[in-house]
């Protein structure tokens, strides 16, 4: 098997059937277990490249997403008539915020609620972590549909002004010693900032015009009946994908779910294809979707699809009770089930080593 | 090929047009040299012939400009790119993709090019432009004459019929130009191109050129065979000097040329000795001794010596990434330096507080308007005069005589290169360092610019200052430098008297020093001075 980018797309799918499976979840083991898997892959499969770096700053903003939930079930606690496991001293609110009361005693089962809640949101944010550090955005932004085409370029240009940034903050920070400027603090903002961003606003003019003699943003004529459509097509369709989501999320009503989400899609895909005949463009060597694509989407929604199914079998499993308090536990059905996701570790191509030593 | 007729380019707020009532043609397959002092309007004129003036930059563009019978009024660039292929000052600015290959085929999969049709061309021009091992290869790693290669290749994919390219070589090492120099060449003889050059550095091009386009700066455009133009022009090349003087007709561009009518010339420069006075260096200002600079695994410098007294400009040279900026941060103190010492007056810079050290040595970085961030010329000097300590005034004295007649509250910003070079200068200067290290300070300079440039330089030796320039500009060296350090792969590899290390240089040396070689002249006004 030889080493090439795998289809971004295919990240992404893996990557969001994950963080889906994710949602369903407030077991500890289960959400560990996600990491742990997509920990795996990102570590066997991510490149060498800027981005692939990204994950651990997901990580850390995942740690702080726990954190975050923690502290404030502390903050806003209340006596909910479980364990105490210890009692500060209540802060006394004015009378029009009845109800809530800060600090004050704080159970077991509120601090268990908060950290089950944040883990869930962070294990979420974890995953699409390990598609930005799998996926190059760049080619993703390739197989953007034509509809979609201004904002790619918003977001390459971002992308590629962006770590030029890093680089002029840290040549003007350097030069700013030249001239025994201060390097910290809110008084050597304006002399960072100032050349920085003059430096930015140069640099991604010099590329919108690079970009724009090169060819970029020409365009078939198309009748504004037309273009009306296109619009109302793509905003009704991400509209109701929107409402879909949240009802596949929520899993409480049957024709805000699938339903929706299904029709949402179709109206979004014939508003993008309509779109795209406004782009005439073509792709220098798309990235081929291959076997292995297919076998990591699969894997992605294997596990995710599994873990629904062992949750008709014993929902207990998937929300551990805090009420009475039990320890959560893992059987084997939602276990295995997850595992599958590891797979793409081992059966994606390696990618290519970015950077050939000069 | 490219028609003006009666062109007229106005900005708003702008006092004169930058360019009036422009008519010339450049026929098909001709290498075109545009040249001028800076602020002539050498990038409006470019921009005007794909259309980004005044479709991207906005003014107002009276008459009419043809490109291969299409006119830019009505096509916006994006329209032109089949025609017209444009690399920019900075290739990397303009790179929108990450590696090599998706550049070269990012034109094409704008302009809808089949697939099939993509590959083919993409293999070509790699092939073309002699980049073929570096296909994989991420933009970012590239040296800067591969990027530039890279630059021409991305649009050349579009099967341009005109290509214009602003300042290709006015960043790379002589080397690097060379490569860039015959790419261009190439591909007028070979695919009858149609080439349009601004360069500031016209000895490198005019030799080449079949036309030269002449801004004097009045708006205007002088046309016409570049012998022709340059015999009167005022910016002109050192060949052209030393072929006015001698009284050369017609002027010859190339140093083949002017070598095969030099013979007289030579014979009678025989009798003379070059005037000049040498310089007795005492004492010490700078002393750098085994200087090692590491960045992670590379080595950018490897153990350096580097002594300069009192008075000195010494030029340190070498290829794009030799370490020469590496060196100069590291000596300044505000850059890493993994070993060695520094030692300038009995103390290391590096282990001063910034505000003394900068009185200790002043560094003029790569990107002067680094160090520029407020919002006038005068607000910047009165802020130089309070980093220095001192009395307010210091600093836009310096300024006014270094580039006078700079108005004070002017926006750094609006500054031409050759002011903002000595806007930054007067800010380092007012701290009175007594060694003064520049980086790459003649890029975007005219020979004026230069020329004044040079009498600074030598003014702030006269007061005794140390002054160490790291450079590319071979001409600019010969007229300046009393001694030259060149530097390959962080090592010095030589170090001397301008003249002996120049000299024999195929790279480095002037192209005085090659018309006169084997006798050690190294610029015309060495030559002048003589014969008179």
Request: neutral net charge; glycine residues 10%.
């Amino acid at each position: 098997m030889g080493s090439r980018a795998l289809h971004p797309g295919a990240w992404w799918a893996w990557a969001l059937a994950l963080a889906v499976a994710a949602s369903r979840t407030t077991n500890p083991l289960l959400l560990g277990l996600i990491i742990a898997v997509a920990g795996v892959v990102v570590a066997n499969r991510r490149s060498d490249a800027p981005w692939a770096l990204a994950f651990r700053l997901y990580v850390y903003v995942g740690a702080l997403i726990v954190a975050s939930r923690v502290l404030f079930r502390i903050l806003i606690g209340g006596e909910d008539g479980g364990h105490v496991l210890f009692t500060l001293p209540r802060i006394p609110l004015p009378a029009f915020a009845a109800g809530v009361s800060l600090l004050g005693p704080t159970s077991a089962e509120e601090l268990l609620g908060g950290f089950y809640d944040g883990l869930r949101l962070a294990t979420m944010v974890i995953c699409v972590g390990a598609a930005n550090a799998l996926a190059n955005p760049k080619r993703l932004l390739k197989a953007v549909p034509g509809a979609l085409y201004e904002v790619g370029t918003a977001v390459t240009v971002a992308l590629t002004v962006a770590p030029q940034l890093v680089e002029s903050v840290q040549r003007v920070r350097r030069a700013r010693r030249l001239r025994a400027g201060r390097t910290r603090g809110l008084r050597a903002v304006k002399g960072i900032v100032v050349p920085v961003l003059e430096d930015a606003m140069d640099r991604s003019l010099r590329l919108a015009a690079a970009m724009d003699s090169r060819g970029y943003g020409r365009r078939a004529y198309l009748s504004s009946a037309l273009r009306a459509l296109i619009a109302g097509c793509v905003l009704a369709g991400l509209a109701g994908v929107c409402v879909g989501v949240y009802g596949v999320l929520d899993g409480t009503s049957s024709w805000l779910g699938v339903p929706m989400l299904a029709a949402g899609l179709g109206v979004a895909v014939v508003g993008f294809v309509l779109g795209g005949r406004r782009v005439r463009r073509t792709a220098y060597r798309p990235d081929p979707w291959r076997w292995p694509e297919t076998l990591v989407v699969v894997a992605g929604v294997g596990a995710c699809a599994l873990l629904f199914v062992s949750a008709r079998v014993d929902p207990a499993n998937l929300y551990p009770s805090l009420s009475p308090l039990r320890w959560p536990s893992l059987s084997p059905m939602p276990a295995l089930s997850l595992l599958i996701g590891a797979v793409p570790a081992f059966v994606a191509p390696r990618p290519p080593s970015a950077e050939v030593v000069r | 090929m490219i028609e003006f007729s009666h062109v007229t380019v106005t900005y708003p707020d702008a006092v004169r047009p930058a360019l009036s009532d422009v008519s010339l043609v450049v026929e098909e397959g001709e290498l075109c040299l545009v040249a001028g002092p800076t602020g002539a309007g050498k990038s409006t004129f470019l921009g005007a012939i794909n259309g980004l003036v005044p479709h991207f930059t906005g003014g107002r563009l009276a008459g009419r400009v043809l490109v291969d019978g299409v006119d830019t009024a009505s096509n916006p660039p994006r329209e032109l790119a089949s025609v017209v292929g444009v690399v920019g000052q900075d290739p990397l600015a303009g790179f929108v993709t990450d590696t090599v290959e998706e550049e070269l085929a990012y034109a094409m999969e704008q302009l809808a090019v089949p697939p099939d049709v993509m590959r083919k061309r993409v293999e070509e021009t790699l092939d073309l432009l002699g980049i073929a091992d570096l296909r994989h290869r991420p933009l970012r790693t590239l040296s800067g004459g591969q990027q530039q290669r890279v630059a021409i290749g991305s649009v050349l994919t579009a099967h341009p019929r005109v290509l214009v390219l602003d300042e290709p070589t006015s960043a790379l090492d002589p080397t690097a130009a060379e490569d860039v120099l015959a790419v261009i060449t190439r591909l007028v003889h070979d695919l009858g191109t149609t080439v349009v050059v601004a360069e500031h550095r016209m000895e490198r091009v005019a030799q080449y050129a079949d036309r030269l386009l002449y801004l004097p700066g009045d708006g205007s455009v002088r046309s016409g065979p570049p012998a022709e133009v340059l015999a009167t022009a005022e910016i002109a090349p050192p060949i052209v000097e030393l072929g006015r003087l001698a009284g050369w007709s017609p002027l010859p561009l190339s140093v083949r040329d002017a070598r095969r009518v030099a013979g007289p010339l030579r014979s009678r420069l025989q009798k003379l000795s070059v005037v000049g006075s040498t310089l007795s260096v005492t004492g010490q200002a700078l002393d750098v001794r085994e200087v090692v600079v590491r960045y992670g695994d590379v080595l950018a410098v490897r153990g350096v010596d580097l002594r300069v007294g009192p008075g000195e400009i010494v030029a340190l040279m070498g290829r794009n990434g030799s370490g020469k900026s590496s060196l100069l941060w590291a000596v300044q103190g505000s850059g890493p330096r993994s070993a060695g010492k520094v030692d300038v007056g009995g103390v290391d810079p590096a282990s001063l507080k910034p505000r003394v050290a900068r009185q200790r040595v002043g560094l003029v970085p790569q990107t002067p308007a680094d160090l520029l961030y407020l919002d006038s010329v005068d607000a910047e000097c009165a802020q130089a005069d309070v980093e220095s300590e001192v009395p307010a005034g210091t600093a836009r004295a310096l300024l006014d005589r270094l580039a006078p007649g700079i108005a004070g509250e002017a926006h750094p910003g609006d500054l031409s290169e050759g002011q903002r070079l000595a806007l930054v200068l007067a800010v380092q200067l007012a701290a009175a360092p007594p060694v003064v290290l520049l980086d790459e300070p003649t890029r975007g300079l005219d020979y004026h610019a230069k020329r004044r440039f040079a009498a600074i330089l030598r003014e702030l030796a006269s007061q005794g200052r140390a002054v160490v320039l790291a450079t590319h500009d071979v001409e600019f060296v010969a007229t300046v430098a009393h001694r030259v350090v060149v530097m390959a792969e962080g090592e010095i590899v030589a170090d001397g008297p301008t003249k002996e290390v120049i000299v024999a240089s195929p790279a480095f040396a002037p192209q005085v020093a090659k018309i006169l070689a084997p006798q050690p002249w190294l610029t015309v006004d060495e030559v002048a001075e003589a014969l008179t």
